[in-house]
């Protein structure tokens, strides 16, 4: 049972809304904030969101973030085909004493 | 601007060991928390080991007592020394750097280094 839950895949056409969510517990979203992050094969990760809902300067506002009780979300707007990605939730999990990620969304912009 | 450049994979034997390093450069790394944090083929992200400023470490349960991490503040150098390595241990690790504000968070990340555990 993965400490965070990501589902596995997601797929959209370009210009549409898509949500990944980020399921938790107290021990970690319910008491800590969450972060986001791209990954694109082969590169860096980038932090596209960070404190639940904030963005840091570069990020476009077509990424937003949210988050209630033990449960966040990413939603991203007015899709192209460079938004294709990973994308991954990252939370302090008090229990583990150690930050968690979850298992990851592959978006695909059809 | 913020740079973290990780050196030292390659191919080991199941049960050798490995020291990965990451030179920073860009911003007053005494000051940053840093991190290493993982990708196996195929997996997603999974974070290894973290070293605040107040010499703090945390491990994740799959690498505690045998990987270590360290920093040498004076050559801007973070350190993972990786023994008794498993085949599951294979994987892209990345030095990534941790915001700075109170909480965990990284907002800066390496372009990482290969590790193959094979025999």
């Known amino acids: 049972q993965p400490v965070l839950t990501q589902p596995p895949s997601a797929s959209v056409t370009p210009g549409q809304r898509v949500t990944i969510s980020c399921s938790g517990s107290n021990s970690n979203i319910g008491n800590n904030y969450v972060h986001w992050y791209q990954h694109l094969p082969g590169t860096a990760p980038k932090l596209l969101i960070y404190r639940n809902d904030q963005r840091p300067s570069g990020v476009p506002d077509r990424f937003s973030g949210s988050k209630s009780g033990t449960s966040a979300s990413l939603a991203i707007s007015g899709l192209r085909s460079e938004d294709e990605a990973d994308y991954y939730c990252?939370?302090?999990?008090?229990?583990?004493?150690?930050?968690?990620f979850g298992g990851g969304t592959k978006l695909t912009v059809l | 601007d913020v740079q973290l450049v990780e050196s030292g994979g390659g191919l080991v034997q199941p049960g050798g060991s490995l020291r990965l390093s990451c030179a920073a450069s860009?911003?007053?790394?005494?000051?940053?928390?840093m991190n290493w944090v993982r990708q196996a083929p195929g997996k997603g992200l999974e974070w290894v080991s973290y070293l605040t400023t107040g010499s703090e470490i945390f491990y994740a349960d799959s690498v505690k007592g045998r990987f270590t991490i360290s920093r040498d503040n004076a050559k801007n150098s973070l350190y993972l020394q990786m023994n008794s390595l498993r085949d599951e241990d294979t994987a892209v690790y990345y030095c990534?750097?941790?915001?700075?504000?109170?909480?965990?968070?990284?907002?800066?990340w390496g372009q990482g280094t290969l590790v193959i555990v094979s025999s």
């Open positions: 990252a939370v302090w999990d008090a229990s583990l004493s150690g930050p968690v």
């Open positions: 860009g911003f007053t790394f005494s000051r940053f928390a």
């Open positions: 990534a750097r941790d915001w700075g504000s109170p909480g965990w968070c990284i907002d800066n």
